[in-house]
Each structure stands twice: as structure tokens, then as C-alpha cells.
DNA sequence: CTGAAAGCGCTTACAG
DNA sequence: CTGAAAGCGCTTACAG
């Protein structure tokens, strides 16, 4: 269909090892040799052809991105989404092509399907099957987790440190003057809700207010509704109304304000709400809501960095890469007269 | 690294061509060397190199998506984002792979890359340059455009009829009530920006409800900050104050909703708000947001579809294709007594 | 039913 | 400095 070396060779009147020579620019070629070769690429525009030389050179520049997901929407998933774009980005820096796919739970068909294409690497996002990665292991292929859970030894996993971000989200609260506060956690098989809740709660405690287990509920999942019928729950069952709430993540802070705004309370005029993550809606909510900051996009940038240097064999010293979080102090949360 | 069909050859005691057969299940084979082959393969859990196979072939099982973007975030866009849930859904389905970019304006960097890796086909998203396209007819690779913009002709788009969109917003404003209306306009050199004003202020006129030329603001982009800008300059250089804002997508929406909390104004007891897109965000906002629906999965799910059609070379009829919009109303237009 | 050979489009020693 | 040959891992006619 396209160009090959042989047809630029035989116009410039050359073999073809001397045109892939000028092409990778390796071994000894004359100035004029050259200059015919170049001219007779350009006017061809000739593109080499990938595939061959992955073939000869055993590696495709190619990396692969795995998200876990039993449903859809994976991609415009608030947090997946903004690693995805730092892996991008950074593949770009390295000139990596990215493979994206989206590995529903107990199969291993994207996954084999990376294999067959032969990529140089894989980036693994969320809670994998370790089936998934005993499948990997099995062909030797660099991978390293981002925001993983694992009990594997060994596997490089680029995580948040949700504890020290729970702690963040509690020094807040309690600072800002709320002393009755509830809080709504994701599910607790989730490495992140679990650490984000366990480091709260600590901390709360540390400060000398415990939390009453009429103020915390568990939720089945990370969604909206969930977060909803959460605080439905403590608000109802509690003696002492809140004054605050914090929900392990986002999302299910926006499903608690939705029933805020049902049972007539204002935010934060009435009761403060605070997330975690930084999505992007909580800058652009209004009210707009406090959170825990992450850094999403240069976890997902700094996965490629690392790989990279798992491809290229260099030494890499860390097995967890830990990530601090930040306060995001807004609107939700204003401080109280104490 | 890997095994080969040479490895299998040899411990099945057969040539490569007999393996060859038996895997792509092609020509004549024997029960009895079926079996044993196989047997080997599972032993050794052989892959194929999808490399060799994609070089006698001559296609490669991968499709490109090239998105066009001049800042990160790209893939966290709301809208992007699902277009891309909607691609990698349908590629799974017809068993590609999916080869994601980011195009910078001005670059051919990523589209060089699709071309070098000899992907089956592209998917063009958003505002292209016309020099991409130009590049990759050159190649004569197969490609499709969603939401698109461009003055060529024969390119396939895939896009959402805004003007019926625009109309529909203005038919549900009008119809609840509304009749000083304000408009914030995003960028006019967008397609679909330009198309939903259109339909919109056309509608508007035939119900016998003129804009007013003070209350509408372009902006010089789609984000919120300028939704901001724009309610505050409507707000601020109108006589008769606006009773309700239609902005060309949900962004700008947002902005405006900022600024109406700072001027004192509640959505939507002083003023109703609706935007266009249905990004997630509108449904979990409180109040949450109405807006006007795009197919924005099924877009992506459906270029694939299309495409596929294409690289088969199987006919294909339409060279726009465009989706219907849908009304979704919620509580920031709700129905005022007229 | 099976194997040897050619070929997909490159790169890389090896002679010259 | 240049070309012929081998090889990357497959598939596909072609003999037998």
C-alpha cells in the first residue's frame, strides 16, 4: 500500500541497507549518499513502517493502560480521566503510543490482547484482579499500579496517602469550629476509602472528639445516591444534628448536599460538607466544596516515568510511591464562630 | 523473550506451517495433530506475536483516536471523555485496540505515530486542523470525524443537530415561562456553539420573543470563568433584568450560576439557568441543571461501528451523520406562573 | 494431511 | 562507504 525502504532504495539508486542506514542514522554513509536517499523520502513522504522494526528492534514503543471497571463510564470517570491525561501527556514526553482498555472484572481479554500486541509495558489503574497480574508476571512484561490494591508483593504502586489525607480533611473541620460531625464512607474493601476514614477518625480523636457511631455510615458504593441515602440515614438516626459532614470521597459529598437541599438545610450556612479527590465540579459547584486535593494527573504522569525506567532497566529504588495530599479550603466549609 | 511457533513446532514434532494451521484453524489438519498442538500451546501458554501477524496481514487490529486540544486536560473533559467510553465499548466489541492521542495545535506528531504504527483506521474528535486530514489522506488511511468542524468535503462527521438543540431550549424556556431571556454564546467559530445559538434565537423570534441585542455576550472561550464574565456583563448593561440564562454548553452554565450567588440571586426562584451538553455534573449539581442531551457515548460507539464498515470497505451510505438532542429538564428552569 | 519456501518491511552484523 | 544475507515471527500458496 504504502512506501517501503525498497522503493526508496531503487530510486535513489541504492541497496536498502544503505536507506535504513540514512533513516537511523547509524554507520558510516557518504554526505552525497545522503542527500539522494532524503530527497527521495520526502518527496515520497515516506513513513517506515512500525510493525517491522518493532519486529526486529523487540520493542514497539508502546505502553498499555488497564482501568478496572465493571461499568462504564470508565474514561469520563472524574479520577481515572486526570490520571489518564498525565499518562498521555507523558507519553508523548517519551514517545510512548498508548493502548487503552478497560478490563471488566474476571476477564483477561484486553489483558491478553496487550500481551499479543506486544507492548513495552503496562500501566495497571484501580483494584485489579490479582489475576490480572499473576497473567503479566507470567510474560515478564514491565507494569507498575497506580492507586492499587494488592496484597502482591513486589508491584510498584503509585498510591495517595489517604491516611495523611483524612487527617488533613479532620485538622480542617475542627479548626474551622465544627465539633458534631458526621461522616459518610465509601466502600471499605477500597484501599483509599478505607485509609481516608481510618486517618479521620484518628485524628479526631487526637484532637479530643470522638466520633459517635450514630454520625457514620457505610455505603455500598461510591455513588451519588449512595452518599444521599447516607446522610439521609445519620441525619435522621442522630440525637445531636451535625454541623459537618465529611464523605471519603466527592461524589458521595455531592449526594449528601442533594439531601441537604431536600430537608430544607443550607450549605454551609446551615451544615458545612467536605469531599475528597478535587474533582473538577467542586471548584465549579456553587457552593463549591472543600476537598482533599490528589495529584491525579502527575500520579498518571509519573507512572509512565517510572515505567520507563522499568523498560529501559535502570534501577528503581521504591516499591510505593506516596503521594501527599493537600487541603483545598472553599466555600462548604466556612469557618464558625466556636 | 517469548515462545514462538517454532518452539511449539518442535516439542509438537510438526512444522510451523502445521501450528500456523491449527491456530488460525485454516486448512487441512489432523485430529490427532490438532491435539497435540494445542496441548503444547497451553503448556507453554503461547501468545502470538500480533507484530508478525499484523506484517503478513497487512492490518492490525488497532484503530487510532486523535483528539484535538490545545490544553490539557484532555480525557477528564466531560464531553471527550465520553465520547472515548463510547469508542473503547464499541472497539471491544469489534475487537480492536485503541491507540489514544492528543493532537496539539499545529502538530502532526500523533498522526505521524498512527501512521507509523499502520493503525486500521482514525477517529478524528473535535475542531481538526485540516492538515491533519490532509496528512492522513495521503495515506489513504481510513477516518471519521466526530463533532468535527471542517469545510472539506467527502469526510465523514458524526455529529448532533445543535440547531434542533438550540430550538428545543428555547421552546422549553419559553414554554415555562420565561420571557426575558438572556443568552451567553461560546466561541462562534465552533460548529456546534454557533449552530445551538442559532437555533436558539431563531426559535425564540418565530414564538414572537425578539432578543434583546444587550442580553447576549459571547465568550472568547467555553470555560466557566468566562460564563461568569458573560452573566455579570448581561447582568450589569441590561434595563430589564433577565429572568432566566441559556448558555451554549454547561460550563459556561456553571459560571453564570457562580456569579448569580455573588449578585444575591437564588437559581431558580430569581432567575433560571440552562445549559447544553448533560455532562454529569448537571445531574448531581444542587439544584441540579437543565440542559440539552447529545448522544455523546453513542457517538463514540457508533464512529466505531462506522468505521469498522469502512475498513471492511462495505458501503457506506451518509456522510453526516447526525444525532437527535433530547430536553432534560430539571430544577434550575422550573416552571414560572406566567 | 504436511512441510519447505517465499514474503511481509525492516535492521544489523559481515564481507568487501 | 556500500551491498548481500540473515533474521525478527508469522501466514500462505505450492508441492508432495
Same mark, same amino acid.
Given at each position: 500500500?504504502?512506501?517501503?525502504?525498497?522503493?526508496?532504495?531503487?530510486?535513489?539508486?541504492?541497496?536498502?541497507?544503505?536507506?535504513?542506514?540514512?533513516?537511523?542514522?547509524?554507520?558510516?554513509?557518504?554526505?552525497?549518499?545522503?542527500?539522494?536517499?532524503?530527497?527521495?523520502?520526502?518527496?515520497?513522504?515516506?513513513?517506515?513502517?512500525?510493525?517491522?522494526?518493532?519486529?526486529?528492534?523487540?520493542?514497539?514503543?508502546?505502553?498499555?493502560?488497564? $482501568?478496572?471497571?465493571?461499568?462504564?463510564?470508565?474514561?469520563?470517570?472524574?479520577?481515572?480521566?486526570?490520571?489518564?491525561?498525565?499518562?498521555?501527556?507523558?507519553?508523548?514526553?517519551?514517545?510512548?503510543?498508548? $493502548?487503552?482498555?478497560?478490563?471488566?472484572?474476571?476477564?483477561?481479554?484486553?489483558?491478553?490482547?496487550?500481551?499479543?500486541?506486544?507492548?513495552?509495558?503496562?500501566?495497571? $489503574?484501580?483494584?485489579?484482579?490479582?489475576?490480572?497480574?499473576?497473567?503479566?508476571?507470567?510474560?515478564?512484561?514491565?507494569?507498575?499500579?497506580?492507586?492499587?490494591?494488592?496484597?502482591?508483593?513486589?508491584?510498584?504502586?503509585?498510591?495517595?496517602?489517604?491516611?495523611?489525607?483524612?487527617?488533613?480533611?479532620?485538622?480542617?473541620?475542627?479548626?474551622?469550629?465544627?465539633?458534631?460531625?458526621?461522616?459518610?464512607?465509601?466502600?471499605?474493601?477500597?484501599?483509599?476509602?478505607?485509609?481516608?476514614?481510618?486517618?479521620?477518625?484518628?485524628?479526631?480523636?487526637?484532637?479530643?472528639?470522638?466520633?459517635?457511631?450514630?454520625?457514620?455510615?457505610?455505603?455500598?458504593?461510591?455513588?451519588?445516591?449512595?452518599?444521599?441515602?447516607?446522610?439521609?440515614?445519620?441525619?435522621?438516626?442522630?440525637?445531636?444534628?451535625?454541623?459537618?459532614?465529611?464523605?471519603?470521597?466527592?461524589?458521595?459529598?455531592?449526594?449528601?448536599?442533594?439531601?441537604?437541599?431536600?430537608?430544607?438545610?443550607?450549605?454551609?450556612?446551615?451544615?458545612?460538607?467536605?469531599?475528597?479527590?478535587?474533582?473538577?465540579?467542586?471548584?465549579?459547584?456553587?457552593?463549591?466544596?472543600?476537598?482533599?486535593?490528589?495529584?491525579?494527573?502527575?500520579?498518571?504522569?509519573?507512572?509512565?516515568?517510572?515505567?520507563?525506567?522499568?523498560?529501559?532497566?535502570?534501577?528503581?529504588?521504591?516499591?510505593?510511591?506516596?503521594?501527599?495530599?493537600?487541603?483545598?479550603?472553599?466555600?462548604?466549609?466556612?469557618?464558625?464562630?466556636?
Amino acid at each position: 500500500m504504502s512506501y517501503t525502504i525498497n522503493d526508496i532504495a531503487e530510486r535513489a539508486g541504492v541497496s536498502k541497507s544503505t536507506v535504513s542506514r540514512v533513516i537511523t542514522n547509524s554507520g558510516y554513509t557518504s554526505m552525497e549518499t545522503r542527500q539522494k536517499v532524503w530527497k527521495v523520502i520526502e518527496e515520497l513522504k515516506y513513513q517506515p513502517n512500525g510493525l517491522a522494526r518493532a519486529m526486529v528492534s523487540q520493542q514497539t514503543n508502546t505502553i498499555g493502560v488497564i $482501568i478496572m471497571a465493571n461499568h462504564y463510564p470508565v474514561i469520563s470517570h472524574p479520577f481515572y480521566g486526570k490520571v489518564l491525561d498525565g499518562i498521555l501527556e507523558a507519553a508523548d514526553h517519551y514517545r510512548y503510543s498508548v $493502548i487503552v482498555t478497560t478490563e471488566k472484572e474476571m476477564s483477561l481479554s484486553s489483558t491478553e490482547d496487550m500481551i499479543i500486541k506486544r507492548v513495552d509495558g503496562i500501566i495497571l $489503574i484501580s483494584r485489579l484482579q490479582d489475576e490480572v497480574i499473576d497473567f503479566i508476571d507470567k510474560y515478564k512484561v514491565p507494569y507498575i499500579m497506580v492507586n492499587g490494591t494488592t496484597e502482591k508483593q513486589n508491584v510498584i504502586n503509585i498510591v495517595n496517602d489517604d491516611m495523611q489525607g483524612g487527617m488533613l480533611a479532620a485538622d480542617h473541620l475542627f479548626q474551622s469550629g465544627y465539633r458534631n460531625i458526621g461522616v459518610i464512607v465509601g466502600p471499605q474493601e477500597h484501599r483509599s476509602h478505607s485509609f481516608r476514614y481510618k486517618g479521620f477518625s484518628r485524628r479526631l480523636k487526637e484532637l479530643g472528639c470522638q466520633l459517635n457511631e450514630n454520625m457514620v455510615d457505610q455505603t455500598k458504593n461510591s455513588k451519588f445516591e449512595s452518599g444521599r441515602e447516607a446522610f439521609l440515614a445519620i441525619w435522621e438516626r442522630s440525637h445531636n444534628k451535625p454541623d459537618a459532614i465529611f464523605a471519603t470521597n466527592d461524589i458521595l459529598a455531592f449526594g449528601a448536599i442533594r439531601e441537604m437541599n431536600h430537608l430544607g438545610l443550607k450549605v454551609p450556612d446551615d451544615i458545612a460538607v467536605m469531599g475528597f479527590d478535587n474533582i473538577d465540579f467542586t471548584e465549579i459547584s456553587t457552593p463549591s466544596i472543600t476537598t482533599v486535593h490528589i495529584e491525579k494527573t502527575k500520579m498518571g504522569y509519573d507512572a509512565v516515568t517510572v515505567l520507563e525506567q522499568i523498560i529501559k532497566r535502570q534501577e528503581v529504588k521504591l516499591e510505593m510511591i506516596e503521594y501527599k495530599p493537600r487541603l483545598i479550603e472553599r466555600e462548604s466549609t466556612r469557618k464558625r464562630e466556636i
